[in-house]
T-cell receptor, first 112, second 113 residues
Framework: GESVGLHLPTLSVQEGDNSIINCAYSNSASDYFIWYKQESGKGPQFIIDIRSNMDKRQGQRVTVLLNKTVKHLSLQIAATQPGDSAVYFCAENGGSNYKLTFGKGTLLTVNP | DADVTQTPRNRITKTGKRIMLECSQTKGHDRMYWYRQDPGLGLRLIYYSFDVKDINKGEISDGYSVSRQAQAKFSLSLESAIPNQTALYFC????????????FGSGTRLTVV
């Protein structure tokens, strides 16, 4: 999994499997978290966000889980598709309303 | 048209040259940001601006300057480019709450030789 501050980890899955990408954050003051997807040659794209008053939030094929006790965030992608291949990274706001701190990302590769 | 447009997409420049990267947005957002992305280091904040009259340094502002010419335009300048400024540069915008995520441009790949 990913931690704000480490080398880029990789995750390889088969098409159709579920993917879980992890992120450990360090700032206990953070109350807003976002997952981004970055495809090769493109800018980061917003996937889903979650506020600290929630433990889980679902989108289309994606779910974000937040565990504030251990400062851990995860992104679950259901029925992973080749188009999901990208770098995924989390961001935290450190309790501020103007600045995000980004993790280094996890490279997801989907094998057909 | 893209919500956040960066120009140029790619640029190769020589050490010591002045270069400007431009960003324009149609989101109507007040807040704009410049980030730098390096392999293994993630996205790092260079400068940010909350409105036309507001400019703030980020964590790695040395060697860079910015100009907020209008609500929709935020440019980044390297006064005297050096090779370790070779990176991928992203402009981003957000609304006033900062709690609906950022919208990023497609990036400018800058190489300083």
């Amino acid at each position: 999994g990913e931690s704000v501050g480490l080398h880029l980890p990789t995750l390889s899955v088969q098409e159709g499997d579920n993917s879980i990408i992890n992120c450990a954050y360090s700032n206990s003051a953070s109350d807003y978290f976002i997952w981004y997807k970055q495809e090769s040659g493109k800018g980061p794209q917003f996937i889903i966000d979650i506020r600290s008053n929630m433990d889980k939030r679902q989108g289309q094929r994606v779910t974000v889980l937040l565990n504030k006790t251990v400062k851990h965030l995860s992104l679950q992608i259901a029925a992973t598709q080749p188009g999901d291949s990208a770098v995924y990274f989390c961001a935290e706001n450190g309790g501020s309303n103007y600045k995000l701190t980004f993790g280094k990302g996890t490279l997801l590769t989907v094998n057909p | 048209d893209a919500d956040v447009t960066q120009t140029p997409r790619n640029r190769i420049t020589k050490t010591g040259k002045r270069i400007m990267l431009e960003c324009s947005q149609t989101k109507g957002h007040d807040r704009m940001y410049w980030y730098r992305q390096d392999p293994g280091l993630g996205l790092r904040l260079i400068y940010y601006s909350f409105d036309v009259k507001d400019i703030n340094k980020g964590e790695i502002s040395d060697g860079y300057s910015v100009s907020r010419q209008a609500q929709a335009k935020f440019s980044l300048s390297l006064e005297s480019a050096i090779p370790n400024q070779t990176a991928l540069y992203f402009c981003a915008t957000s609304d006033q709450t900062g709690r609906h995520g950022y919208t990023f441009g497609s990036g400018t790949r800058l190489t300083v030789v």
